[in-house]
């Protein structure tokens, strides 16, 4: 279970609690004997609503220990979104924790879900060698499902990255053997821990290998506002980010001083040379890495640990882990044709090879099939390799929204949108913001066409679809443009709406 002998102490920066690891292995222990309590067996499937606690990481070591498989969700879903995805995996439980609503507890009540409070179980199991005790040999197995990270699919069909143990440990083992440990020894995440970036690769990789994690809750303005003094008061050796959160910083968190930060890694979205070099100077003598992850990948897989170079607009570096190629195609035969790969510094499409890379989609072998050949995975990027091996990111062919390092699939705003018994055609695509980078809006045609019936797609869409994903920006169109094969591109709806203008939505809201 383990990288080392026993994990590292977790500590809330907020309350002040710390656990070392011998207490959090005692904490396991009682938390394995409740989970059998509720009838948890081998091969099940756990469904987390709750995320950056101190006692989320004592449920994934539990569930995992009595051989089931985690799914951590988003907090900010709806009961509806929540239902979609519960229909799908079929889990066996649900973890919530106090702050809960009772609107949402009374809505997934109707699921058939059963809901436990796992943050009101306090027992510590601290008597004797807690290393001793028989009865908790795990029941996990290396090919065993550990994960299920749903990357799209909360209103549609849904998209469950699936990783076992055994592609997890590849990519801990991988990042030790390319990055070490030390500079983790006091690690600070500020990331959701429902996703990748934060849960694989900022919070689990050091903590497993042995090194203190600082748990704050996620993309916190308060935190973010004074971290450097966070850094400092608490000897902070690592963090992880994303681009969006140094805007805040930048702007409003004294520098650090006590010069114990070591490492900085800025990933999930695009890392200007300018944001870069701010915040290296910043950082205050810090290495700043641009981290390169993709969830079907266990997150990080390269990075600019190259030794001595300058920030650089769509660098990223040397794989850790993996094999890149680049090829002139897209399609699934290319990693075996010689003739489709590209030489140094020739553009094309990003493959990967890693034993990190994913079981599959849950229970979607075409989808996989359309992305992993081989063994090979097509990430959906444009870019290219140097002569020196230093691979850097020119686009992407991706449909998803990066919204400040949090992703929105455009399927899931349209599969809400298109439920609305006034919508007839909807189209949901990213345009730029100059806090997010990028941000979510939509093309619609409606049956009728009246301010009432914006109202009543805007109240549809607020229940039925998290805020994050709301479309900031509304376009109503006749028709939606077609290729000459009559099918839908997102990106020709952008270029089409970007000639138009918005509907003024404030005012159609306030009924002006």
Known sequence: MFLETQPGCLIDPVDGRTWSGREIIGRVHARIRNFQNEGLRSGERVFVHYSNKLEFFLDILAVWHCGASLVPIDSRLTVFEIENLARAVKPRLMLVDSAASESLLNGIAEADLTVVDTTAWDAFDGGGDAGSVSD?????????????????????????????????????????????????????????????????????????????????????????????????????????????????????????????????????????????????????????????????????????????????????????????????????????????????????????????????????????????????????DIGLVDQRGWLYLKGREREEINKGGAKVYPADVDAVAERFELTKEVCAFAVADPFYGQNVAMAVVMKEDSAEAIRGLHDWMKRHLAEFKMPVRWYRVDSLPRNSRGKISRKDIEEYCAQREPLDLVSILRGH
């Not at 650090?256 to 070591?262: D, E, R, V």
């Open 136 to 380: 908790f040999r795990s029941q996990a197995q290396l090919d065993d499902e550990a994960l299920i990270l749903f990357t799209s699919g909360s209103t549609g069909t849904p998209k469950g990255v699936v990783h076992t143990h055994r592609s997890l440990r590849a990519r801990w083992i991988a990042l030790r053997d390319n990055l070490g440990v030390a500079a983790f020894r006091r690690t600070l995440c500020l990331l959701p821990t429902h996703f990748g970036h934060g849960l694989i690769c900022n919070s689990l990789y050091p903590w497993l290998s042995g090194q203190d994690l600082i748990l704050g809750p996620p993309f916190s303005t308060d935190l973010l506002l004074r971290l450097g003094r966070l850094i400092d008061d608490f000897q902070i050796t690592f963090l992880s980010s994303v681009p969006s959160m140094w805007q805040l910083i930048l702007k409003g968190s004294k520098a650090p001083i006590a010069k114990s930060l070591q490492r900085v890694h800025c990933g999930s979205a695009p890392l200007s040379a300018h944001l870069w070099r701010r915040i290296r100077e910043w950082s205050g003598g810090a290495q700043v890495f641009n981290a390169y992850g993709i969830t079907e990948t266990g997150s990080w897989v390269a990075g600019t640990s190259v030794g001595e170079f300058e920030p650089e607009d769509g660098l990223v570096g040397l794989p850790w882990g993996a094999v890149v190629k680049i090829l002139k195609s897209a399609e699934l035969h290319a990693p075996f044709d010689p003739d489709s790969q590209c030489g140094d510094e020739e553009t094309g499409y990003i493959w990967l090879n890693t034993p990190a890379l994913m079981q599959g989609y849950y229970e979607q072998p075409e989808l996989t099939a359309q992305v992993v050949s081989g063994g090979w995975f097509l990430t959906g």
